[in-house]
């Protein structure tokens, strides 16, 4: 394709110039060339009440003695232990006020006289001048000698120490009131793009929600630095200049988020080619290829891609150990695990690859689950249980492999986790939410891959849950038949959900006026479908076949989605005239809908699984009335059903 005028492509304006350095080779190098000219970052002096979080630039030792004088430790009266001497309960000893006893509250110092404190509860108030005494006071009795808790000049916290609150309270206590910490690295952020915008209502169509910058600050504020975002910068490379001018003059670190890549109006590398130093343009990584490590005036410049993954992947294994680098500190290290790989993963050699996954723990054994991998799906990131590294030399790996998952989730997170792999509906995002308010450590984790998927999913016990909708041709019946054909020697049970109406999910006043599954023969229209293996797609291909209409004359036929509401925002959007899908997903897009069939969705599960206090709970949430009343409010159900248990 020509374009017209400025935006004609040559190589130049492409950055085909992108190379492919290995991730670990290129931090390496360009940690070792900043060292070189970044001046470091020196500690600051702040008041103890604030420094809760920060890290201590030198060890700090006690000024006074804690107690810095001998103290009462209880309530009552002080004395010297040795009048006290032969006191018992058949020779009580009377000690008069001043002249023996001292009355002393907790805390309260002691003369040089007094060496021990017999409580209230051991004395026996005869007058206002006199009380009794039952037994002798051993010599520093129910005393705080001085120091008992630290003694001036004793080491508080050593250097490198993240302050907590109990910290800054033995600091006060040890006369502390300033203390020298590590200042926090600034790193001004930078959101480039003229598609972008904040957060506004309407969004106008071409615009896109900055969000980037918003998840970096919050990683920032997890590496212990301190993130300044910038407002968003237009695709001018005079105004990035600008701004990235005034960012490194402002902070320790600077990152340019988009731009980074190899479209027309992606100046970032360009920019700073002008005003610094660029030492890599590509690295060897999937998502996040196009990234940039530059220097301007002797300070670090990271260029990011823009999707939301790409940028995440990124900013963790790029920008997260230069902000350790600048601060002098080690990162945390990540939790691990070895799992199970539920799926092969095919890769390329060209790059180090970093797959989403989800992690459940199934009969004892670890399961990990891949993820939609683009680079732009969000939600990927919000789901995933871990990462999934494919190193650079490796073409992937096999269903049924060993592999280690970097967890973004504890262990006894995941190990509290119901894992459920099979159809989607919207009722199993509700059933997630409300399992997790009724049970706090009790959560549902979701992977859809349709109901076919979710069978195989159970046979091959990778799943506590399989949601499936399938639909038998011969008996007309859902579900049990294929649960008999596949678990033949095996005692499973069916949890009854819901019935839900299937239909064709049509734009809003149904401007091609569909009225039927043959109107899919039309040549003016296009539909959408749901993958092989997804119950949705067995009811159409086998209403397609009563109907002896040829799928492969459809236009649309082999465009496929993975969720209902993913079919209803294609059509929502006017990439398709229909689809077939549930009434509740073309209630929630606000699209028209027109029924065709009830079918049954359930949750299939091994016997044994209705005795754990798992599933019981689950079922608890089930059968709840608050539950059902969301799913009615929904449109499209039949409850009448729900929380039956099957036994097959």
Same mark, same amino acid.
Request: proline share 4%; glycine share 6%; net charge negative.
């Given at each position: 394709?020509?374009?017209?005028?400025?935006?004609?492509?040559?190589?130049?304006?492409?950055?085909?110039?992108?190379?492919?350095?290995?991730?670990?080779?290129?931090?390496?190098?360009?940690?070792?060339?900043?060292?070189?000219?970044?001046?470091?970052?020196?500690?600051?002096?702040?008041?103890?009440?604030?420094?809760?979080?920060?890290?201590?630039?030198?060890?700090?030792?006690?000024?006074?003695?804690?107690?810095?004088?001998?103290?009462?430790?209880?309530?009552?009266?002080?004395?010297?232990?040795?009048?006290?001497?032969?006191?018992?309960?058949?020779?009580?000893?009377?000690?008069?006020?001043?002249?023996?006893?001292?009355?002393?509250?907790?805390?309260?110092?002691?003369?040089?006289?007094?060496?021990?404190?017999?409580?209230?509860?051991?004395?026996?108030?005869?007058?206002?001048?006199?009380?009794?005494?039952?037994?002798?006071?051993?010599?520093?009795?129910?005393?705080?000698?001085?120091?008992?808790?630290?003694?001036?000049?004793?080491?508080?916290?050593?250097?490198?120490?993240?302050?907590?609150?109990?910290?800054?309270?033995?600091?006060?206590?040890?006369?502390?009131?300033?203390?020298?910490?590590?200042?926090?690295?600034?790193?001004?952020?930078? $959101?480039?793009?003229?598609?972008?915008?904040?957060?506004?209502?309407?969004?106008?169509?071409?615009?896109?929600?900055?969000?980037?910058?918003?998840?970096?600050?919050?990683?920032?504020?997890?590496?212990?630095?301190?993130?300044?975002?910038?407002?968003?910068?237009?695709?001018?490379?005079?105004?990035?200049?600008?701004?990235?001018?005034?960012?490194?003059?402002?902070? &320790?670190?600077?990152?340019?988020?988009?731009?980074?890549?190899?479209?027309?109006? @992606?100046?970032?590398?360009?920019?700073?080619?002008?005003?610094?130093?660029?030492?890599?343009?590509?690295?060897?990584?999937?998502?996040?290829?196009?990234?940039?490590?530059?220097?301007?005036?002797?300070?670090?410049?990271?260029?990011?891609?823009?999707?939301?993954?790409?940028?995440?992947?990124?900013?963790?294994?790029?920008?997260?150990?230069?902000?350790?680098?600048?601060?002098?500190?080690?990162?945390?290290?990540?939790?691990?695990?070895?799992?199970?790989?539920?799926?092969?993963?095919?890769?390329?050699?060209?790059?180090?690859?970093?797959?989403?996954?989800?992690?459940?723990?199934?009969?004892?054994?670890?399961?990990?689950?891949?993820?939609?991998?683009?680079?732009?799906?969000?939600?990927?990131?919000?789901?995933? &249980?871990?990462?999934?590294?494919?190193?650079?030399?490796?073409?992937?790996?096999?269903?049924?492999?060993?592999?280690?998952?970097?967890?973004?989730?504890?262990?006894?997170?995941?190990?509290?986790?119901?894992?459920?792999?099979?159809?989607? @509906?919207?009722?199993?995002?509700?059933?997630?939410?409300?399992?997790?308010?009724?049970?706090?450590?009790?959560?549902?984790?979701?992977?859809?891959?349709?109901?076919?998927?979710?069978?195989?999913?159970?046979?091959?016990?990778?799943?506590?849950?399989?949601?499936?909708?399938?639909?038998?041709?011969?008996?007309?019946?859902?579900?049990?038949?294929?649960?008999?054909?596949?678990?033949?020697?095996?005692?499973?049970?069916?949890?009854?959900?819901?019935?839900?109406?299937?239909?064709?999910?049509?734009?809003?006043?149904?401007?091609?006026?569909?009225?039927?599954?043959?109107?899919?023969?039309?040549?003016?229209?296009?539909?959408?479908?749901?993958?092989?293996?997804?119950?949705?797609?067995?009811?159409? @291909?086998?209403?397609?076949?009563?109907?002896?209409?040829?799928?492969?004359?459809?236009?649309?036929?082999?465009?496929?989605?993975?969720?209902?509401?993913?079919?209803?925002?294609?059509?929502?959007?006017?990439?398709?005239?229909?689809?077939?899908?549930?009434?509740?997903?073309?209630?929630?897009?606000?699209?028209?809908?027109? $029924?065709?069939?009830?079918?049954?969705?359930?949750?299939?599960?091994?016997?044994?699984?209705?005795?754990?206090?798992?599933?019981?709970?689950?079922?608890?949430?089930?059968?709840?009335?608050?539950?059902?009343?969301?799913?009615?409010?929904?449109?499209?159900? &039949?409850?009448?059903?729900?929380?039956?248990?099957?036994?097959?």
């Amino acid at each position: 394709m020509i374009l017209k005028g400025e935006e004609k492509l040559t190589k130049k304006d492409r950055n085909l110039y992108l190379t492919n350095t290995p991730l670990q080779q290129a931090m390496e190098e360009y940690l070792h060339l900043i060292s070189q000219s970044f001046v470091g970052v020196s500690d600051e002096t702040i008041m103890v009440q604030e420094a809760l979080g920060r890290k201590t630039a030198s060890p700090v030792f006690a000024k006074v003695s804690a107690p810095h004088y001998n103290a009462a430790a209880m309530d009552g009266i002080a004395v010297d232990a040795s009048i006290t001497n032969g006191a018992s309960e058949t020779n009580p000893i009377q000690l008069k006020i001043d002249r023996d006893y001292t009355v002393v509250n907790t805390g309260a110092p002691l003369t040089m006289e007094r060496n021990a404190v017999i409580m209230v509860e051991d004395i026996v108030e005869l007058d206002h001048e006199t009380v009794e005494i039952r037994g002798a006071a051993s010599p520093w009795q129910h005393v705080r000698p001085v120091g008992e808790d630290m003694v001036k000049g004793e080491l508080i916290l050593s250097e490198n120490h993240m302050i907590r609150p109990q910290d800054i309270a033995a600091l006060l206590t040890g006369g502390i009131g300033w203390v020298k910490v590590k200042r926090k690295i600034a790193v001004g952020v930078i $959101p480039t793009g003229s598609e972008i915008t904040e957060l506004i209502d309407p969004l106008p169509e071409g615009k896109i929600i900055e969000s980037n910058s918003k998840m970096f600050q919050a990683l920032l504020s997890s590496y212990e630095a301190m993130g300044i975002t910038y407002p968003i910068v237009k695709d001018e490379p005079e105004k990035i200049r600008l701004a990235i001018e005034k960012a490194v003059d402002e902070n &320790d670190l600077v990152v340019v988020n988009a731009g980074s890549s190899a479209g027309t109006k @992606d100046y970032t590398v360009d920019v700073l080619r002008e005003i610094g130093n660029v030492f890599t343009h590509g690295v060897a990584i999937k998502p996040g290829k196009p990234a940039i490590l530059a220097e301007v005036k002797g300070k670090p410049v990271v260029g990011i891609p823009g999707y939301p993954v790409s940028a995440y992947v990124v900013f963790e294994q790029m920008v997260k150990p230069l902000v350790y680098e600048l601060q002098n500190q080690k990162p945390i290290q990540v939790e691990k695990l070895k799992a199970t790989l539920a799926r092969r993963i095919i890769s390329s050699l060209k790059h180090e690859e970093f797959v989403r996954v989800k992690v459940g723990k199934v009969d004892e054994r670890w399961i990990a689950t891949p993820l939609n991998r683009g680079a732009g799906v969000t939600m990927s990131l919000v789901r995933a &249980d871990g990462i999934l590294r494919i190193p650079q030399s490796t073409e992937g790996y096999d269903k049924g492999d060993n592999v280690e998952i970097e967890l973004s989730r504890s262990k006894e997170d995941l190990s509290n986790t119901i894992v459920s792999v099979g159809s989607h @509906d919207l009722v199993m995002d509700l059933l997630a939410n409300e399992l997790q308010k009724k049970n706090d450590n009790l959560a549902l984790s979701s992977a859809h891959v349709g109901s076919m998927g979710g069978i195989i999913a159970m046979k091959q016990k990778e799943c506590h849950l399989a949601p499936i909708h399938l639909l038998d041709e011969i008996s007309g019946e859902y579900n049990i038949d294929y649960v008999r054909k596949y678990f033949a020697n095996e005692q499973m049970s069916m949890i009854k959900l819901v019935k839900r109406s299937q239909g064709l999910m049509v734009q809003k006043g149904n401007p091609k006026e569909i009225t039927s599954l043959e109107d899919l023969n039309r040549k003016d229209i296009s539909m959408i479908n749901r993958q092989k293996g997804a119950g949705t797609r067995i009811l159409l @291909d086998y209403m397609l076949k009563t109907k002896k209409m040829d799928p492969n004359l459809l236009q649309g036929y082999q465009r496929e989605m993975t969720t209902h509401m993913a079919v209803a925002v294609a059509i929502k959007n006017n990439t398709a005239d229909c689809g077939l899908g549930v009434e509740s997903a073309a209630k929630a897009m606000e699209l028209d809908f027109i $029924p065709i069939a009830w079918e049954e969705y359930d949750l299939l599960t091994p016997k044994y699984m209705l005795e754990t206090k798992e599933v019981k709970k689950l079922l608890e949430v089930v059968r709840s009335d608050s539950f059902v009343k969301q799913i009615m409010s929904l449109g499209g159900y &039949d409850c009448s059903q729900i929380g039956k248990t099957i036994l097959i």
